[in-house]
Structure formats: structure tokens, C-alpha cells
């Protein structure tokens, strides 16, 4: 039955996604509300299918890849949802909306929804490492997703080639804002995502300690980068794009590789 | 009973023409106490010159035309071929494009609404306009915004000056702490520097060759006049430069840049050179955070921008076509009654049909 809650959902941003294309073909693009409300709705049968499924385990959801996929399409719906509007990112759903599409359909449709061996309850510590550190690729997803509309925008703005889409992409500066609070906010969730897996009670696993702290070295020298001035934005924008691309396939890499990743 | 419209505009008359009809004040009065109107309305833009009217008899279009002229003044024939003459359903089809700026000389212009409202509140006030145009304006009103809203018709920028404030705008978000530098003291500038001081900025810059010419236009502008040697230590500064001197050749290159942008490369600094010949490199475009755009590139976005409003066009004329099709309900039906009961009172008419 949970299923059937993550394909309405998968539904939901595929409308978000086919709203968007037909905008687009017809150059007449607006940020209107049909989008968000997509979104908002697609969220909320994510939601449903996570607590409909950690009831069912009696703990948080994290079992396999298939949940830690949906889990960040969550993760990536709801920083979507609490900063797209704050920030006048509306234009981001037509970005989030095929993200989230990707990751679910991508979820439901390989055979990764493997029953976890392990029954007992895991450490609250265990279980906010990794819910935490989701969260956190939730934000680093949507920093990668301002990164790509602010390459887009500033090919189009180089290249003098403007089209429809372009008035309702927000301003250059107001996206690498965006991404630079992204950045962080995945940065302080991710150190705390960390440091809570030392916590955890149970013998460290050294490949996922590596990958970590990998991904948080790389994201700990953008951040540096961007705050030097050293780097142009345009090129912490493709480092934003790079470093989630490579975060995601390690991710996957590991946790398919490795059992233990599960909780 | 008739409704119809008279006028001329730039599709049929040049300017002299539409000087010579351009109306008074008193038109409406006139073309009721003279022409037999019982209804009647002026709409006068700088491209169009219109007389919407209802009357129980027909009313000619030469009739309509000598009110319009200023006393004392005789059409000439080939002036007459000028106007166009539309009535009934294809009258209230007119004023609909009108409203919605499809008929206008820029695809999708908004002035227009803005015009025929207070035609509208002018013919209201004097009494002239009764039940047939009150109807007819209000749903022009309404389709005017529903073409609006539900197509891309406004969208775009149109002209060089608006082009460049738009992009300025897509790239800096908001103007008030942005900082402008002109390099030289052109008319274009001046309106461009204009439109930025409207959206905000405060801090405007001018440099020129003249000193006093740098001035006047930093008086007009707003702004500060600063010594022309001083302006590569204004350009690390600023945000925006709006160049438009007389140098024979580029006096911006990527060479004097470099060392300027060394120290902003999170800032970005957009370029509108409007100079012919032009005064930035085109190579300076290629410069991280860098935005150049001339007088070329900045008129073949306001074209691609026309093109786009135009293509909107057709989905304008679907949303027109629906009202014109549901106002034909009661107007058919009120022009009946009236041509059955003449002394129909006026609120009967108001208050039934859609």
C-alpha cells in the first residue's frame, strides 16, 4: 500500500515537471502557483509513505536504498518548499520538480526495496546521523539545483541569447545568495550528521568515515572559496553542480556496496 | 439602436493626419447635441484617434469625422480613406484588441489600458457614456487584464533603454546600493540613467571630456560629476557602466579591466555601451563577471522580445473571441429591447443580461 503513496507522489512532480515543458515549449513561462502546489502536494504523499512505512518498522525509514532515496527526494521537497518562496526561487521548482521525479522514479522502478535483515530498534544517535546527513544532501541538491540556474542564467546573459524563461529566473546575485546559504546550511547539517555518527555506539565503518568526510572537505573548500573571493561565482556555481553529482554517486556507491550503510 | 466605432490610427493615417482629428474636449457633447449620438466616447492616444458612440439612427462616418476636425477645417477626400469604421460585435471585437494592446503600434503595451480608462471616467463624468458603453468598457477593462495575465503579450522589454534596465535588473536584483558610472554625456544615457534612478539606484556617476557637459547631465541625473582621468578608479567601484563618448576607439579594454576587476570577482559589472563607433572591446565580454552589451545587442533582444509578444497574439485573440461571444448575449438582447421600448430606463439595461 506504501507504494502506491510514493507512485501518487512520483505523479505529482511528474505534473510539475510536464506543466513546466509545455510552459516552456509554448514560451510562455510563469512562476505560477500550479507548480508549487505540485510540489506541495507530491510532499505530502512522501510524507505519508515515510510514516506509513517507519510505523510499519518501528524506526525511522532508512533501511535500504530505496528508502534512502525517497528520503532525500524528501529531504530535497522540503528545503525546496521552506526557502523556495523566502527566497523568490519559485522558477526552482521547475528545477526541483524533474530532480525529485528522477530520484523516486529511478527508487521505485530498480529492485532495491530489499527487506533489512536487522530488526532491533538502532541508536537514536544511529538514527539522526542518518536522517541528518539526508537532510543535508537535501540542501546540497537544491544548491546544486540554484547552481544549474545560475549557469543557465549566465550562459544566457553571455551569450545574449534571452529567452522566455529568462525574466522569471531570479537575479544572478539573488541565486548565488542562495546557493552561498545552501551551501551552509548543508555544511552545519552535514558537521552535525557526522559528528552524531561517532556517537552511535557501534564499531565505525572506515569506507563511510572516508566518503564523509570526503564530501565534507570538498564542500568545506567551496565554502572557503566562495568566502575569499577568489573563485568566480560562475565557477562556484559548477562546483556546487560537481560536488552533489559526485556526493549522490558515492552515496549510492557505498550504501549499494555496503549493507552496513542501512540502519 | 447602433453601436459603432470611428477613428483612424497608424495603421491607416500618418501623424499629420491624426494631428488634424485629433478631438476636443467637448467631442462627446457634440457628437450627441449634432450628430444624433445618444451615446458617446473619445479615445485619443499619440497613434490613434477613436469615437466609440451608440445612436438610435445611423450615424456616417463623414459626420463623425467633421466633429472630430478643429473648427474651421475641411477633410480632404483622401483623408477620409483614412478611417476605419467598425460596428456592432465587430465594434466591441475592436475595443477588446485595443484594450489589450494588440492593436497597438508595440505589441502588448499596457499604456493604452490606461488611456481608455480615462476616456472612459471623462465620458462617465459628462454624462456621455450610457448603458452600451458602460458595458462595453467594463468587459473591455476585464478582458484587457485577463490578456494580460493569462498570456506573455506585456512580456519582455521593447526598447534599448527598458532592454538594458531589465538585464541590469536580472542581474543585481534590487538597485539601491548599486552604483552607476556613465563615460560620457549622451542623450541615451541620460534616459537610461533616468530609468535606473527610477527603479532605485542612488548613486550615479558622470564623466565626461566637458566637465561642464558632465555636470548638467549629473544635475539632471541626480548624480555626481567626477574628473574623466579618475575613471578607472570609478569603474573598481561601481556596479554599472553606461558608456556613450565620441572616442574614436574602444576605450575600454580588456587590458585596463584586469587590473579593475581583480579585487571584485564576486561582484558582477554589467557594460551598456551605446556608442557608435563603440567604446568597450567586444573581447571585455569574454572577462569573468563581465556582461557587455552594445547597441546591437540591446536592440535584437527588444525585436526578439516583439517577436515574442507576437506570437502571443493569436492566444490574445482566443480569450477575445470568448467575451466578444458572451457580451453578444446581452447586447444582442438590450439593443432588441431598446429598439422595441426606446424610453427604456437606463438601469433596466444595466442590470440584466451577463
Known amino acids: ?263 | 439602436m447602433n453601436l459603432f466605432c470611428v477613428g483612424l490610427s497608424h495603421h491607416t493615417a500618418n501623424v499629420e493626419t491624426r494631428e488634424r482629428f485629433v478631438g476636443h474636449a467637448a467631442i462627446d457633447r457634440i457628437l450627441r447635441e449634432k450628430a444624433g449620438c445618444t451615446e458617446a466616447l473619445l479615445l485619443t492616444t499619440c497613434n490613434r484617434v477613436e469615437v466609440y458612440a451608440a445612436s438610435a439612427e445611423p450615424v456616417a462616418t463623414a459626420q463623425v469625422a467633421r466633429c472630430l476636425l478643429a473648427e474651421g477645417m475641411v477633410a480632404a477626400g483622401d483623408e477620409m480613406e483614412a478611417f476605419y469604421r467598425h460596428e456592432s460585435l465587430q465594434c466591441v471585437q475592436h475595443l477588446f484588441r485595443v484594450a489589450s494592446g494588440l492593436d497597438s503600434m508595440v505589441v502588448g503595451e499596457t499604456e493604452i489600458l490606461g488611456q481608455a480608462k480615462k476616456a472612459y471616467a471623462a465620458a462617465r463624468e459628462s454624462g456621455a457614456a450610457g448603458p452600451f458603453l458602460h458595458r462595453l468598457f467594463q468587459r473591455a477593462f476585464r478582458v484587457a487584464k485577463q490578456v494580460r495575465s493569462r498570456t506573455g503579450i506585456t512580456r519582455g522589454a521593447v526598447s534599448v533603454g527598458s532592454v538594458a534596465v531589465d538585464l541590469a535588473e536580472q542581474i543585481f536584483g534590487h538597485f539601491e546600493s548599486r552604483k552607476v558610472l556613465l563615460l560620457g554625456a549622451g542623450e541615451a544615457s541620460e534616459r537610461t540613467a533616468r530609468a535606473l534612478r527610477k527603479r532605485g539606484v542612488r548613486d550615479i556617476r558622470v564623466t565626461n571630456r566637458s566637465v561642464e557637459r558632465a555636470e548638467a547631465l549629473a544635475a539632471l541625473v541626480e548624480g555626481r560629476a567626477v574628473p574623466m582621468e579618475d575613471w578607472e578608479t570609478h569603474c573598481r567601484e561601481v556596479d554599472i557602466v553606461i558608456s556613450s563618448t565620441a572616442a574614436p576607439t574602444p576605450i575600454v579594454t580588456r587590458e585596463n579591466l584586469t587590473p579593475l576587476l581583480r579585487d571584485r570577482l564576486d561582484r558582477p559589472l554589467f557594460i551598456i555601451d551605446i556608442a557608435v563607433p563603440r567604446d568597450v572591446a567586444p573581447d571585455v565580454n569574454e572577462m569573468e563577471g563581465v556582461f557587455l552589451y552594445d547597441i546591437d545587442s540591446l536592440q535584437s533582444i527588444a525585436q526578439q522580445s516583439l517577436a515574442l509578444r507576437r506570437q502571443q497574439i493569436a492566444a490574445g485573440e482566443e480569450i477575445i473571441a470568448e467575451h466578444v461571444d458572451d457580451f453578444s448575449g446581452w447586447f444582442v438582447s438590450a439593443r432588441d429591447r431598446v429598439n422595441l421600448a426606446p424610453d427604456l430606463p437606463e438601469g433596466r439595461l444595466r442590470t440584466s443580461g451577463s
Not at chain 1, 505534473?15 to 513561462?29: E, G, P, S
Not at chain 1, 532525500?72 to 524533474?98: D, E, K
Not at chain 1, 556507491?253 to 550503510?261: D, K, N, V, Y
Request: aromatic letters at 14%; hydrophobic letters at 55%.
Open chain 1, 1 to 263: 500500500m506504501d507504494r502506491w503513496l510514493l507512485i501518487i507522489s512520483t505523479l505529482c512532480f511528474f505534473l510539475a515537471m510536464v506543466r513546466t515543458v509545455i510552459a516552456i515549449k509554448a514560451r510562455n513561462y510563469r512562476p505560477a502557483g500550479f507548480n508549487f502546489s505540485a510540489i506541495a502536494l507530491g510532499f505530502v504523499f512522501q510524507t505519508a509513505f515515510l510514516s506509513v512505512r517507519g510505523h510499519a518498522l518501528g524506526r525511522c525509514p532508512l533501511t535500504n536504498l530505496f528508502e534512502v532515496f525517497i528520503f532525500l527526494a524528501w529531504s530535497v521537497s522540503l528545503i525546496y518548499l521552506l526557502i523556495g518562496p523566502a527566497y523568490r526561487l519559485s522558477l526552482m521548482g521547475a528545477f526541483t520538480a524533474p530532480l525529485v521525479f528522477a530520484l523516486q522514479t529511478f527508487a521505485l522502478l530498480a529492485p532495491i526495496d530489499l527487506p533489512h535483515p536487522r530488526v532491533s530498534s538502532p541508536s537514536p544517535w544511529l538514527e539522526m546521523h542518518a536522517s541528518v546527513s539526508l537532510i543535508a544532501y537535501g540542501a546540497f541538491a537544491l544548491a546544486c539545483v540554484a547552481g544549474l540556474m545560475y549557469l543557465v542564467q549566465e550562459r544566457q546573459l553571455k551569450s545574449r541569447q534571452i529567452n522566455s524563461m529568462f525574466y522569471h529566473f531570479p537575479p544572478l546575485t539573488d541565486l548565488f545568495a542562495a546557493i552561498t546559504r545552501l551551501l551552509w546550511l548543508g555544511f552545519i547539517l552535514l558537521t552535525a550528521g557526522i559528528a552524531a555518527g561517532f556517537f552511535t555506539g557501534q564499531p565505525l565503518p572506515y569506507v563511510k568515515i572516508a566518503w564523509s568526510l570526503g564530501v565534507w572537505i570538498f564542500y568545506a573548500a567551496i565554502l572557503l572559496a566562495r568566502h575569499l573571493g577568489t573563485t568566480a561565482p560562475r565557477r562556484i556555481a559548477a562546483l556546487c553542480v560537481v560536488a552533489f553529482s559526485a556526493a549522490l554517486t558515492l552515496l549510492w556507491g557505498i550504501t549499494f556496496l555496503s549493507q552496513a550503510h542501512s540502519l
